[in-house]
């Protein structure tokens, strides 16, 4: 179980480093949001350092949750639900925007990739709140596909927010067959993840 940092004076620190970081990646929502529809020359690269940094803070705050044995349950609540807000908040502008639709191969496949992604946090949110009531959560835990997904999600989507070619590369093509492939990363992971619930989800519920 996830301990609490304790300060010199044997008080409960829940404010820590990592915690602070992971605070901040929620905060920088509504910066994304401003800064996204801000008409500025370097707009997109605004707005893809802002989602950038949102992403190495995800990467920060458990590496030094882990060195500074700084882990708290706080931490464990906040850093999954600050990953869905900054992922979910950059799709729904990316999906909202007339200028982006035209731009990929087609609205619908674009559309429904989305939807994979939001709808499998949600899925996954109530799956692992279900399995903690059964004293199960273990069984539905990060893995490695879980944090590979992760990463698809993050350099596809800062890709598409930045758009620009650079040296000649397509960057809002080669993002969006990224995502694309980030979707199918994602339905993988919900079924593992499904299917190690599965014999749970198939019990009969006590009389």
């Known amino acids: 179980m996830f301990g609490k940092e304790r300060n010199d004076s044997g008080k409960t620190t829940m404010l820590n480093i990592p915690n602070s970081l992971t605070l901040l990646r929620i905060l920088l929502i509504p910066v994304l949001v401003i800064a996204y529809f801000w008409s500025s020359e370097k707009r997109e690269l605004i707005i893809t350092s802002v989602f950038v940094l949102a992403a190495v803070t995800d990467w920060l705050d458990g590496f030094l949750a882990r060195k ?15 990953d869905k807000l900054i992922v979910s908040s950059a799709l729904v502008l990316l999906v909202s925007d007339s200028g982006v639709l035209a731009r990929v191969f087609h609205p619908m496949p674009f559309a429904v990739a989305v939807c994979i992604i939001i709808g499998r946090e949600i899925v996954i949110s109530a799956l692992r709140e279900w399995m903690a009531e059964l004293g199960e959560r273990g069984m539905v835990g990060v893995g490695v596909l879980g944090k590979v997904k992760t990463v698809f999600q993050m350099v596809s989507i800062g890709l598409l927010l930045y758009a620009k070619p650079i040296m000649g590369i397509p960057i809002f093509r080669v993002g969006e067959i990224a995502f694309y492939f980030a979707a199918l990363l994602t339905l993988w992971s919900m079924w593992a993840y499904l299917k190690s619930a599965m014999p749970y989800l198939l019990e009969k519920p006590p009389e």
Do not use: E, H, K, R
Not at 70 to 81: E, K
């Open 68 to 82: 500074l044995n700084a882990t708290s349950m706080l931490g464990a609540f906040l850093d999954p639900v600050a």
